[in-house]
């Protein structure tokens, strides 16, 4: 099989370029992104290997092209990785019920992704990995990102036009 066919970008591989933006760091290590992000070292290595083949990752891999990630979220991550609110389930607040949506967004439904441990009810709204209400509980940079990204995948016109908003502050 050809490399590239092996390529496709993969919902964790939003979550890891997430993360690198929260950290900031272009010495992180792959095992340190693997006990942060609560994912495997083989995802995290497939993930960067991924990210890199498409422009998202530059500089050997310890850059994420902003620009590029930003151009992606706002065009291209409703299409690729679209959601729509499932059942009412115990979670983490997401898209517009969460920080920093939720002081602009006044809304009765609320939007979780499915967490035992969370601390609201919701319709459910399935993470781009499974492992992300854990990693956001550690890293409130990186709940606000991820939720600002659901936003876009499945808010309705004006909290998906200021997510956008709050996205491009935050990426680029």
Request: glycine share 4%; charged share 25%.
């Given at each position: 099989m050809a490399?590239?066919?092996?390529?496709?970008?993969?919902?964790?591989?939003?979550?890891?370029?997430a993360k690198l933006i929260t950290i900031n760091d272009s010495d992180y290590t792959q095992m340190a992104l693997s006990q942060m992000l609560y994912m495997s070292q083989s995802e995290i290595s497939s993930s960067i290997s991924r990210s890199s083949y498409s422009g998202l990752l530059i500089n050997k891999g310890k850059e994420v092209n902003r620009k590029l990630f930003f151009d992606f979220i706002k065009y291209g991550l409703a299409v690729v990785f679209p959601q729509h609110p499932g059942a009412i389930v115990r979670g983490t607040?997401?898209?517009?019920?969460?920080?920093?949506?939720?002081?602009?967004?006044?809304?009765?439904?609320?939007?979780?992704?499915?967490?035992?441990?969370?601390?609201?009810?919701?319709?459910s709204i399935a993470p781009l990995y499974p492992t992300v209400p854990k990693a956001a509980a550690l890293d409130t940079h990186l709940h606000e990102l991820l939720a600002l990204m659901d936003a876009v995948r499945v808010g309705k016109a004006r909290e998906k036009n200021l997510a956008i908003e709050l996205l491009e502050q935050h990426i680029c």
């Open positions: 490399k590239s066919s092996l390529q496709q970008m993969k919902p964790q591989d939003i979550v890891v370029l607040v997401t898209a517009h019920s969460a920080p920093p949506l939720d002081m602009e967004i006044v809304s009765e439904e609320k939007y979780v992704w499915p967490y035992a441990k969370g601390k609201s009810r919701g319709q």
